[in-house]
């Protein structure tokens, strides 16, 4: 008899302890889930929008409570996804089963960007139901992963923590630090300057782009972009490896929101927007003009659905950006004066 064969006793013990594990774990499984549902929260607030447009009375008043609750939804994705990956790294060592858990939390972290990428992605392969479909494919096989992970908890070794090169560290500090000074503290009061009149606004850009849009200084902004995404990608990994506190749990989750956000808006200004559409990447394009795309797939994600809410500042496109888009296809806008905030 082979005496290293488990007995009847030990393995019933063994099934108790994953089963247990499984049960105690589920909310492993929040952030895969929240994220498998962030295209619905994001329409829920266009159908509340288009509601509150037309409301009156008591109704109106439902048409906010609609809309609160569908921006708490939005934002609850993200939040919700911070709270499991700050859970999951208080831990002095890191099983290799949380720490899986721990990255897919991270990875829902940045669901309103990779949304949006994959939105344009799929557009701009004339598949316009792709994106849904990619999603749910996408969400569903992490939703299994995890819960083959929290399987295997009870009889998990610890991982290895490997701490992150001090010059990647000090290069990726530094060049953040020329991309602000180079680009986005202009860019960012460029974006505020808006709250005075649009056409201020046009005129600082206008401005501010033979700065930042010239042969010699574009190319090295975008090859600052790109490595903070690589090098980001690296320290995000290297991070969630080893035990955290909440401050770095928010430094880590805003690495990987910002790591798809910065992907996602380089696809979507040089490939969209200047190489496809050929359209002018000002104010008016991030708020919805001239290319107006499905309101749960927009090209700036649930931003570009809250100004369809509230309407846009031009007079020249209608209600911010899907107030003309039928869910299946997309479509330009017809010029008319807008109901404008």
């Known amino acids: 008899m082979n005496r290293n064969l488990p007995t009847p006793t030990e393995g019933t013990r063994t099934r108790a302890m994953r089963a247990h594990?499984?049960?105690g774990n589920l909310w492993w499984l929040l952030p895969p889930a929240a994220a498998l549902f962030y295209p619905q929260a994001v329409r829920a607030l266009y159908e509340s929008g288009k509601l509150l447009d037309r409301a009156s009375g008591p109704v109106e008043a439902v048409a906010w409570f609609a809309t609160a609750v569908a921006v708490l939804l939005i934002y609850g994705v993200p939040a919700a996804s911070i709270g499991v990956a700050y859970l999951l790294g208080r831990h002095e060592r890191t099983s290799s089963s949380e720490l899986l858990a721990r990255r897919l939390a991270h990875l829902a972290v940045a669901s309103p960007s990779l949304f949006v990428l994959i939105g344009v992605v799929f557009y701009l392969l004339h598949s316009p139901n792709g994106d849904s479909v990619f999603w749910s494919i996408l969400w569903l096989t992490?939703?299994?992963?995890?819960?083959?992970?929290m399987r295997r908890k009870?009889?998990?070794?610890?991982?290895r923590?490997?701490?992150?090169p001090i010059m990647l560290r000090v290069a990726h500090g530094s060049s953040a630090l020329l991309i602000v000074l180079i680009f986005l503290?202009?860019?960012?009061?460029?974006?505020?300057?808006?709250?005075?009149?649009?056409?201020?606004?046009?005129?600082?850009?206008?401005?501010l782009r033979k700065w930042y849009r010239s042969d010699l200084v574009q190319p090295v902004l975008v090859t600052l972009m790109l490595f903070q995404v690589v090098s980001g990608v690296i320290l995000v990994s290297r991070a969630t490896a080893t035990r955290s506190d909440l401050y770095r749990t928010l430094q880590t989750s805003t690495g990987a929101f910002l790591a798809a956000f910065i992907v996602s808006h380089l696809n979507a200004v040089f490939i969209l927007g200047r190489a496809v559409t050929k359209v002018d990447?000002?104010?008016?394009?991030?708020?919805?003009?001239?290319?107006?795309?499905?309101p749960t797939r927009g090209t700036c994600g649930s931003f570009r659905i809250i100004l369809s809410v509230f309407g846009s500042s031009s007079p020249t496109w209608e209600s911010g950006s899907g107030a003309c888009c039928s869910l299946t296809g997309f479509r330009r806008s017809q010029p008319t004066v807008s109901r404008g905030v």
């Open 21 to 23: 594990s499984l049960i």
């Open 185 to 207: 503290a202009w860019h960012l009061l460029n974006h505020a300057s808006a709250a005075f009149s649009p056409e201020f606004n046009q005129a600082m850009m206008s401005t």
């Open 154 to 159: 009870a009889i998990d070794t610890p991982t």
């Open 161 to 164: 923590s490997i701490p992150a």
């Open 281 to 294: 990447t000002t104010f008016l394009w991030a708020s919805g003009a001239p290319v107006v795309f499905c």
């Open 142 to 149: 992490a939703l299994a992963v995890a819960a083959w992970t």
